[in-house]
Antibody, heavy 119, light 106 residues
């Protein structure tokens, strides 16, 4: 059973980037697709983008095009999401989620990483 | 973008009672709909995929139905651990979208 453990809380200044990691265990990384979702009280659950490890396909939500990067490090079984040019509106809990395909439900979720953007 | 509308926003139920949650899609998603449960301070947890298939380990009191644009999650007899927020999600089309959630409270 796939388990995902994310990196810890981040506090960032406006304009800075943030990188969130998501370590995988219990499953073969190459058989997974990783989705990134954020949650705020105002907007609820917001899907940001996805990465298919097997073929390298990536899909991003229009709201995040050009500002988000997703990739994996197969040597450490870790997925990463980087979000640049942070604003206060990016303050949220960020989740990684694992799926068996890009057009599939999310089988497992990481515990979430709180990112706070404040000057 | 496919909009998912969940109703009611809040459902007040007593333990042992039946709860019925609804999710409507702005266009057809066929059966590509999942339900997740989220408790305070926790990540969402998969309950149902394919509109009606329970995920591994999910109790039989949870059931999903529907296809196209109308979906229902039913909890047959609420237990104390079921009080949470429930989200529907469509994975038929890009971008993946979620409903705004239904809070099931005592």
């Amino acid at each position: 059973q796939v388990q995902l453990v994310q990196s810890g809380t981040e506090v960032k200044k406006p304009g800075a980037p943030v990188k969130v990691s998501c370590k995988v265990s219990g499953y073969t990384l190459n058989d997974l697709c990783f989705h990134w979702v954020r949650q705020t009280p105002g907007k609820g659950l917001e899907w940001m983008g996805a990465f298919d490890v097997a073929d390298g396909d990536k899909v991003f939500a229009q709201n995040f095009q050009g500002r988000v990067s997703v990739y994996v490090d197969t040597s450490t079984d870790t997925a990463y999401m980087e979000l640049s040019s942070l604003t206060s509106g990016d303050t949220a809990v960020y989740y990684c989620a694992a799926a068996r395909g890009l057009l599939s439900w999310f089988d497992a979720w990481g515990q979430g990483t709180l990112v706070t953007v404040s000057s | 973008e496919i909009l998912l509308t969940q109703f009611p926003a809040t459902l007040s139920v007593s333990p042992g009672e039946r709860a019925t949650l609804s999710c409507g899609a702005s266009q057809t998603v066929n059966s590509d709909l999942a339900w997740y449960q989220q408790k305070p301070g926790q990540a969402p947890r998969l309950l149902i995929f394919g509109a009606s298939t329970r995920a591994t380990g999910v109790p039989a009191r949870f059931s999903g139905s529907g296809s196209g644009t109308e979906f229902t999650l039913t909890i047959s007899s609420l237990q104390s651990e079921d009080f949470a927020v429930y989200y529907c999600q469509q994975y038929n089309n890009w971008p993946k979208t979620f409903g705004q959630g239904t809070k099931v409270e005592i």
